[in-house]
């Protein structure tokens, strides 16, 4: 059988199987519910003060505003470097519901992705199945198959997100832009999916020196915790925190958002290649 019929195979039996657990039904509940709170504040406010954060900067500097508006408004400015006014522009200009959702993605999908996939290699190593399953294909071939399942599945329920985000707002908000927010969460979706490459990988390498279950998903947090701590550093240690990437996502600059992508895949394939190693130093 050639490799990627195998690879085939792995992430089909790791998808099927993944997609019917308790466990992702919680998590893709938890989530759509967040997504449904966040839609609902920021359509409110859009209702309250206009459909973008640009018409809500200028309604809170021309009167007070509630303390959520003032909030949600000074957000988009500490993101950006200061004298990037063009990155800034654009993303004032964003529908709130819109570009609001892109950035608790960007803070939370991490952990979103730790629970669902904290045991994606040790649950096989302590039941032993890993065993079985290593008489038919190889540990590289094992590896890419679980990593392609888990990565679909999050797509599944960051699109399913998307879609209840779009149609909550589109029902909210009059004169909500349909083809634009399609495109924006589209490409914020495609950013997201790169985006979790790297974090994805980091897990199945934590999740392959670690056998027992909670343990791994603690370290797990804790490690992702600390990257972005790390990130927050204004020394050059920063560079070799993944999370110090993410905002450059949010950049105007296409050149800039491909540069982070890139980084966020360089990171995946050194992670990748540590778990690759270490199951190739341990038995299964």
């Given at each position: 059988m050639d490799v990627g019929r195998q690879i085939i195979n792995v992430a089909t039996f790791e998808?099927?199987?993944?997609?019917?657990?308790?466990?992702?039904?919680?998590v893709t509940l938890l989530y759509v519910l967040i997504t449904l709170g966040i839609a609902a504040l920021l359509s409110w406010l859009s209702v309250k003060f206009g459909p973008d954060l640009h018409s809500l900067q200028?309604?809170?500097?021309?009167?007070?505003?509630?303390?959520?508006?003032?909030?949600?408004?000074?957000?988009?400015?500490?993101l950006v470097q200061k004298n990037d006014t063009t990155t800034l522009n654009y993303l004032l200009n964003q529908p709130m519901t819109v570009i609001g959702y892109f950035l608790f993605e960007l803070l939370f999908v991490p952990?979103?992705?730790?629970?669902?996939?904290?045991?994606?290699?040790?649950?096989?190593?302590?039941?032993?199945?890993?065993?079985?399953?290593?008489?038919?294909?190889?540990?590289?071939?094992?590896?890419?198959?679980k990593l392609i399942a888990h990565w679909l599945m999050f797509l599944v329920v960051s699109g399913i997100a998307s879609?209840?985000?779009?149609?909550?707002?589109?029902?909210?908000?009059?004169?909500?832009?349909?083809?634009?927010s399609v495109l924006l969460l589209f490409v914020y979706w495609l950013m997201t999916a790169i985006m979790s490459v790297c974090y994805l990988s980091l897990i199945a390498l934590i999740s392959s020196l670690i056998d027992q279950g909670v343990v791994a998903l603690i370290v797990i947090l804790i490690v992702i915790h600390g990257f972005g701590l790390v990130a927050l550093n204004s020394s050059f240690i920063h560079f070799f925190s993944p999370s110090w990437y993410k905002f450059g996502l949010l950049s105007s600059d296409f050149l800039v958002v491909g540069l982070h992508s890139i980084i966020f895949i360089g990171f995946g394939v050194i992670f990748i290649a540590a778990a690759w190693f270490r199951l190739q130093t341990r038995d299964a």
């Open positions: 998808f099927g199987t993944l997609f019917r657990s308790r466990r992702a039904i919680v200028l309604a809170t500097k021309a009167r007070a505003g509630s303390k959520a508006a003032i909030h949600v408004k000074n957000i988009i400015p500490m952990y979103l992705l730790a629970l669902i996939s904290f045991d994606i290699i040790n649950a096989d190593l302590r039941s032993r199945f890993m065993r079985f399953q290593l008489l038919r294909t190889s540990r590289v071939t094992l590896l890419t198959g879609i209840v985000l779009f149609s909550y707002s589109w029902s909210k908000i009059p004169g909500f832009p349909l083809v634009y």
